[in-house]
């Protein structure tokens, strides 16, 4: 059984019953995009795209067209959700954090796998953000996020 934080539930004011556990399979599958993408320790995408002879045999194109479709729809969703200024103001916020880490000494950005790790986490918790962004402003504030429109 999945522990209890992960299937509590929630009732929306329409009477639908939600659970959290969406929140977790979203930061799961946002981590997995960057880290699967890209990564210090060479078991990544790019890696094996840059190391095949033909790079259209096999599923090589199907692969390529699947990553291509996911970033696609990520980086759709990080500027429909936040908008420039919010993507930026979610990024200082992440090294806000990681030079937070690093003064502590935690992690040693001059270090190579340090920082590519802590980039590349970075990375999929803003995807993840992106993702959930709107959810969290319907929560802090009753309104989902609405499209602007050139009527003042």
Known sequence: MLPG??????????????TYLQWWVTLLMSLALAIGTWNPSGYHFIH??????????????????????????AIKSIFQSLKLYGAI??????????????EYGIINVADFDQAGWAAT???GLLIWFGLTASIMWKKLTGVYTT??????
């Not at 509590?8 to 019953?17: D, I, N």
């Not at 002879?53 to 096999?58: A, C, E, M, R, V």
């Not at 499209?147 to 003042?152: G, L, P, Q, V």
């Open 147 to 152: 499209d602007s429109t050139d009527e003042e």
């Open 89 to 102: 103001l979610t990024v200082i916020i992440l090294s806000a954090f990681i030079w937070g880490l690093q």
């Open 48 to 73: 094996y795209i840059s190391n095949v002879d033909n790079i259209l045999s096999g599923f090589n194109p199907f692969g390529i067209l699947i990553m291509l479709a996911l970033w696609l729809l």
């Open 121 to 123: 986490i970075g990375m």
């Open 5 to 18: 934080f992960l299937t509590k539930t929630a009732k929306t004011k329409t009477g639908k019953e939600v």
